[in-house]
């Protein structure tokens, strides 16, 4: 039976292949990998994920439930600021708390006493193309910038987070870039236990030199003592995804437009805050559309593909890479219907887990 539109597809041997690399990466540097849930949370695949990975790393509360309640392992939370409402729930679901200030540590520190904690450095330094994204942007507020102050209180802490890599394909950069935490932080790093080098580095991705990059962790972790971890999230779920949607009307008005059951606002909120082209396969023919979503804000666009025969209401279009920061994102605006969740086994086979109706709709108001 064919599933109606629009559905995020969750491919398990694409999945698979990210996994398989991971574990790689675990067995030759010795580190440890922990699922970003900011970037992907759909639990119906943590059973699979878990058998290669180590655990979970959180932004908030709910998301550290989720991850000790759903996936297991290590579990480590952090948030940018915590509540004093939520704190000891926090704590209860945690291995290990990661502040994000001074501050918050002196707050919170001592009702966190039976878990290790930790504390977020900003090195200053990013790999960042958008401002929007930059962690170490002017006037930041993600981490502790002087080394002087973090060493007033490392007798409170058993380890760093720092997150400076947001998309970094090239091993070289991070590689430089770990050099210079290196020598800015070396002091407070060797009196830790434990570092986290954050996500955003893809090490699944095509050609990246595994090997190379293992080495450089393996150095590391050997010249400060420590255990590292890393945070993958868009790198472990990479060209796992499709959104599948379907033209719902055509029309001409200077270009080929198609009109789709899905909306990159409700569906794919990324493509519009960074003003990024969704990525359509195949793209290629000599029939050009763009691809425009259902709800009424006029920039609602998946952008401009080819395709091999003019298309008409009721042909699939197979939107790809829509696991990271579209399921976690996705919202009711317009109250168009959320995309299905499904999942493609290894075996081929297709099934549905989870289907989403006005209900959902009228119960996420008031």
């Known amino acids: 039976m064919t599933l109606q539109t629009p559905y995020y597809l969750i491919d398990k041997a694409n999945l698979l292949r990210n996994m398989e690399k991971i574990a790689y990466v675990r067995e030759k540097s010795g580190a440890k990998a922990l699922l970003a849930l900011k970037c992907f949370a759909t639990w119906s695949v943590f059973d699979f994920m878990r058998q290669y990975m180590d655990g979970t790393t959180s932004s908030s509360l709910y998301e550290v439930r989720l991850g000790r309640e759903k996936f297991g392992g290590e579990t480590h939370a ?35 006493g039976n878990i290790a904690r930790g504390l977020r450095l900003n090195p200053g330094i990013s790999s960042s193309s958008f401002d929007l994204a930059d962690p170490a942007r002017p006037f930041s507020r993600l981490g502790e910038w002087d080394a002087a102050e973090v060493e007033k209180v490392i007798d409170r802490i058993s380890g760093f987070m720092i997150h ?9 950069l991070f590689d430089k870039m770990l050099s210079q935490i290196e020598e800015n932080f070396g002091s407070l790093l060797a009196k830790a236990e434990w570092v ?77 805050i960074y003003r990024e082209t969704a990525k359509v396969a195949p793209n290629e023919g000599p029939h050009r559309y763009m691809v425009c979503g259902k709800s009424c804000l006029a920039g609602d666009i998946f952008g401009e593909f080819d395709f091999p025969t003019d298309l008409k209401p009721g042909d ?51």
């Open 78 to 112: 952090y948030s940018v600021a915590y509540a004093d409402y939520e704190i000891d729930d926090v704590v209860s679901h945690a291995d290990k708390i990661i502040f994000n200030t001074i501050g918050q540590l002196e707050r919170f520190g001592d009702r966190a």
């Open 196 to 272: 986290s080098l954050g996500g955003g580095i893809h090490f699944t991705g095509d050609n990246y030199p595994l090997d190379a990059f293992c080495e450089r962790l393996r150095a590391f972790s050997e010249r400060f003592g420590v255990q590292v971890y890393l945070e993958p999230g868009e790198a472990a779920i990479t060209r796992s995804t499709t959104l599948e949607v379907s033209v719902l009307d055509t029309l001409f008005n200077g270009k080929q437009l198609a009109i789709v059951d899905s909306s990159i606002e409700a569906h794919m909120l990324d493509l519009l």
């Open 164 to 172: 400076n890599n947001c998309e970094n394909s090239d091993f070289s």
């Open 316 to 366: 699939r279009i197979s939107i790809q890479d829509a696991a990271g920061y579209t399921m976690v994102k996705k919202n009711w605006f317009n109250g168009v219907n959320m995309p299905a969740i499904a999942i493609r086994e290894l075996d081929g086979s297709v099934r549905t887990v989870r289907e989403f109706g006005f209900a959902d709709y009228e119960q996420s108001l008031s």
